[in-house]
């Protein structure tokens, strides 16, 4: 088991840059394949990207490459997404997930098992 607590969510301008971050606790961290999903206001939950265990691997939706990056502190437990030259299309809540496979990335809803709570991004145009 292990709960998911994001943070850095907020209301920025187009262009502008945001940090989102995601504690863990409960099993060990470094278990888990991560990543992040959005959802949209009327939309479906969507993937936005993944790391693997060991920080080695990711994997991004087409739309946020060269402009989102995922990370994540094994120590700390914690995994971030830097969002820069955000759009207002990205707009809508940020999920982070956790995979208790992990062997590979994937980018599915149901190959995650736990989520967090979502935290808000609005980016103004």
């Known amino acids: 088991q292990v709960q998911l607590v994001e943070s850095g969510g907020g209301l920025v301008q187009a262009g502008g840059s945001l940090r989102l971050s995601c504690g863990a606790s409960?099993?060990?961290?470094?278990?888990?394949?991560m990543a992040w999903f959005r959802q949209a206001p009327g939309k479906a939950r969507e993937f936005v990207t993944a790391i693997s265990r060991s920080g080695m691997s990711t994997s991004y939706t087409d739309s946020v490459k060269g402009r989102f990056t995922i990370s994540r502190d094994n120590a700390k437990a914690t995994v971030y997404l830097q969002m820069n030259s955000l759009k207002p299309e990205d707009t809508g809540v940020y999920y982070c997930a956790a995979d208790a496979w992990g062997l590979m990335l994937r980018r599915l809803e149901n190959d995650y098992e736990y989520w967090g709570q979502g935290t808000q991004v609005t980016v103004s145009s």
């Open positions: 409960g099993r060990t961290f470094s278990s888990y394949a």
